[in-house]
């Protein structure tokens, strides 16, 4: 079965970092670019960043480019988010997925998608 | 950055009807349109891929067309798990972006 599964979430308080991760399984991780996407409470979906299969581009959103890295392992079928200079506007439920544009991989959309893990940002 | 305009913001309607839904992107994103599902409390589901591609498993009741600036997503007979929040999302430049989702609702 394909799936990702995120982990890392919590409280942290405005300036602070926090990491999250993505364990992928069930496809070959090395041809597929993954994705962050977010989602506020009660609000639609953000792209924020995108890796490619080899780890060699990745692509933020303007919200977070400068305060956020996106990384890989591919030994280790993970994809992470490091995430600096927190602000209370970048809380929101965090979801990993397979995907996104990248010419080597077969995968230009986001499927599946993780359950997500929710990031809160306040004092 | 492409804006991506879905409507209505909810649609209400019962089981059986036919739902049509709209995005609408500020400029043309040729066929690269994609339209998700997200039921409360889970992931969004992709559903058509390309405009018009169903994804994996995705019953055949489910249908996407159009292509440049205006996308329909249609679903010929509700059925009572269709009630959801749907979300159209371009991948034609960066940066990505979705559309602010329509709710179907039951009537």
């Known amino acids: 079965e394909v799936q990702v599964l995120e982990s890392g979430g919590g409280l942290v308080q405005p300036g602070g970092s926090l990491r999250l991760s993505c364990a992928a399984s069930?496809?070959?991780?090395?041809?597929?670019?993954m994705t962050w996407v977010r989602q506020a409470p009660g609000k639609g979906l953000e792209w924020v960043s995108t890796i490619s299969a080899g780890g060699d581009s990745t692509t933020y959103s303007e919200s977070v480019k400068g305060r956020f890295t996106i990384s890989r392992d591919n030994s280790r079928n993970t994809v992470s988010l490091q995430m600096n200079s927190l602000r209370a506007e970048d809380t929101a439920v965090y979801y990993c997925a397979r995907g996104g544009p990248d010419s080597t991989s077969p995968n230009p959309y986001f499927d599946p998608w993780g359950q997500g893990t929710l990031v809160t940002v306040s004092s | 950055e492409i804006v991506l305009t879905q409507s209505p913001a909810t649609l209400s309607l019962s089981p059986g009807e036919r739902a049509t839904l709209s995005c609408r992107a500020s400029q043309s994103v040729r066929s690269y349109l994609a339209w998700y599902q997200q039921k409360p409390g889970q992931a969004p589901r992709l559903l058509i891929y390309?405009?018009?591609n169903r994804a994996t498993g995705i019953p055949a009741r489910f249908s996407g067309s159009g292509s440049g600036t205006d996308f329909t997503l249609t679903i010929s007979s509700l059925e009572p798990e269709d009630f959801a929040v749907y979300y159209c999302q371009h991948r034609s430049m960066w940066p990505l972006t979705f559309g602010g989702g329509t709710k179907v609702e039951t009537k």
């Open positions: 069930g496809f070959t991780f090395t041809n597929s670019a």
């Open positions: 390309d405009a018009s």
